[in-house]
């Protein structure tokens, strides 16, 4: 099993390549039970929300979809190449930025999709560039955790 940990600032990560983010919630349910989720990426696209969740109280705003306060897990929306960022209190993080992220400069609520960067990861030196752009983001996004799933 490929695990690899570390740090930047207060944040500390932990990638795998053995599990996907069902594999998390089930295990650790209490990773979003009681939080809020911003959605930027569901199978490498918007989340669009369908009667049931909207019934449910969530909420798209500039394709980003907002959960209500996680009560269970069961009927999160999983698809694969999946982008959470996760709050203790609702947040609006803005906009999905549909430009190039080294040819469009970084913005405060111009949200970018990392995980749909094949082979994106965070301790590859060869996506240095693409790193520190995923820091600077959670710097002033400022979730209580990021998490992702970049498999099928």
């Excluded at 919630?25 to 490498?44: E, H």
Aim: charged share 20%.
């Amino acid at each position: 099993m490929s695990l690899t940990t570390g740090s930047n600032g207060t944040y500390q990560w932990l990638t795998t390549d053995e599990h996907a983010l069902d594999d998390l919630l089930k295990c650790r349910p209490d990773a979003v039970q009681g939080k809020y989720l911003a959605i930027t990426s569901i199978d490498s696209g918007f989340l669009a929300l369908d009667s049931e969740l909207k019934s449910a109280g969530w909420e798209s705003r500039n394709n980003i979809a907002y959960s209500p306060q996680i009560q269970s897990v069961e009927k999160l929306p999983l698809g694969g190449y999946d982008e959470w960022y996760v709050f203790d209190a609702p947040m609006d993080l803005g906009e999905l930025c549909d430009g190039n992220p080294f040819d469009t400069p970084q913005e405060v609520r111009q949200v970018q999709v990392f995980i749909n960067y094949g082979g994106f990861n965070l301790w590859d030196p060869v996506y240095d560039t693409l790193i520190a752009l995923f820091w600077k983001q959670l710097e002033w996004i400022n979730p209580e955790s990021y998490l992702a799933d970049g498999s099928d």
